[in-house]
């Protein structure tokens, strides 16, 4: 009897490796589990020709962090080139205590407590290689993680929708002139054109004053994380913008993934900015955070030891006028990596 047990879990496991759910040709899923070495399988996709960027969702436990253990191209190189060993430990390490969530290896992750997402290529060194690929999904725990990978075709897609949300009675709609103008110069840099499919108001969700804040970034269970909760029958195919009266002090602006995930339903689907700033102001942080969203790290981030941690984009330059820091302008390397966004649609 238990020789007949592990082969029947050998069966489902092989399964599991090979048969991936094709959404589409350019969207697929699979179901994996990570195991005691702190990786999942070897998940294997096709990566068609003319893809504009390749972006990975892993959705897994809410208080176990993911990341890629290995990712190749149609060129079959690993990418990540991880330590050897398993990467708990080094995960946990650079997201709780060092409060950065960088992951070991040669690629540029962002961990993530929950949900992680992968967009590539973040720089523009980088091309995307059709081909059969192949990834594994990192943890700092074993269990089931759900995989989704879109790959939108490289169809010149330029436009940035957003859905506004007014997550208030009293809050001022900021979707005036002076607003929109700051926010398509913005990103006119990056040759994007933003669009505003509508503006709602949103009343009596207990969520108009945001007050947990969690480090290095919100938490599945966190109060920001309930509020994509609020609209997510929404058929809109933007991306979604919530305003609120209040965020922790010192925080005018959240995006609940650097990037996030371009998954409507996903607990960590939007930004949320504080309302109230003149509408210049309030243009640049709905601007930083939706850079953060689709594609932009900060220029430079400070861990707790004190160690600085530069963005993988060669041609920003700390202290310099950037959105990714307290300006407005954005570098051809930062427009390179926003373009990339699965979240742009063409005119
Ligand atoms: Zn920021």
């Known amino acids: 009897m ?3 047990t592990s082969l029947v879990l050998v069966g489902l496991v092989a399964c599991g490796d090979s048969d991936p759910d094709p959404l589409s040709p350019r969207e697929v899923a699979f179901d994996a589990t990570v195991d005691a070495s702190g990786l999942s399988e070897d998940l294997v996709f096709e990566i068609p020709e003319g893809t504009r960027s390749i972006t990975v969702v892993a959705e897994g436990a809410n208080d176990a962090l993911y990341a890629l253990g290995a990712f190749a191209l149609g060129d079959g190189a690993d990418l990540v080139q991880l330590p050897s060993g398993p990467p708990g430990a080094a995960m946990q390490t650079s997201y709780m205590q060092e409060q950065i969530g960088q992951m070991p290896g040669g690629l540029f992750q962002s961990i993530r407590l929950g949900t992680f ?8 060194g980088q091309s995307v290689i059709a081909g059969t690929a192949q990834l594994r999904v990192a943890s700092n ?29 009293t809050i001022v709609d900021p979707n005036v002139p002076a607003f929109t103008s700051e926010l398509d110069r913005v990103f006119a840099q990056a040759g994007i054109t933003v669009r505003i499919d509508g503006v709602e108001r949103l009343t009596g969700t207990a969520l108009e004053q945001i007050t947990d804040f969690n480090e290095p970034q919100e938490s599945p269970t966190s109060q920001s994380a309930m509020v994509p909760a609020l609209v997510a029958d929404r058929p ?11 965020l922790p002090s010192g925080v005018a602006g959240l995006s609940l993934g650097t990037p996030g995930p371009p998954i409507r339903g996903s607990y960590y689907f939007g930004v949320i900015v504080r309302g109230g700033f003149q509408p210049a102001e309030m243009a640049r942080i709905t601007a930083h955070e939706v850079a953060h969203f689709l594609a932009l790290q900060h220029v430079q981030n400070r861990g707790i030891s004190g160690m600085t941690y530069p963005d993988p984009i060669d041609d920003t330059t700390p202290g310099v006028d ?8 954005l570098t051809p390397g930062q427009s390179f990596a926003l373009t990339r966004s699965a979240l742009l649609v063409v005119p």
């Open 141 to 169: 725990q074993p269990g089931p993680v759900a995989i989704t990978i879109v790959m939108p075709e490289d169809d010149g897609a330029n436009v940035l929708p957003l859905s506004v949300y007014l997550v208030s009675d």
């Open 2 to 4: 238990r020789s007949l």
């Open 117 to 124: 997402t992968h967009v590539y290529p973040y720089e523009s």
């Open 236 to 246: 809109n195919p933007g991306l979604d913008v919530f305003f609120v009266e209040q």
């Open 322 to 329: 950037n959105l990714m820091e307290d300006g407005t302008v």
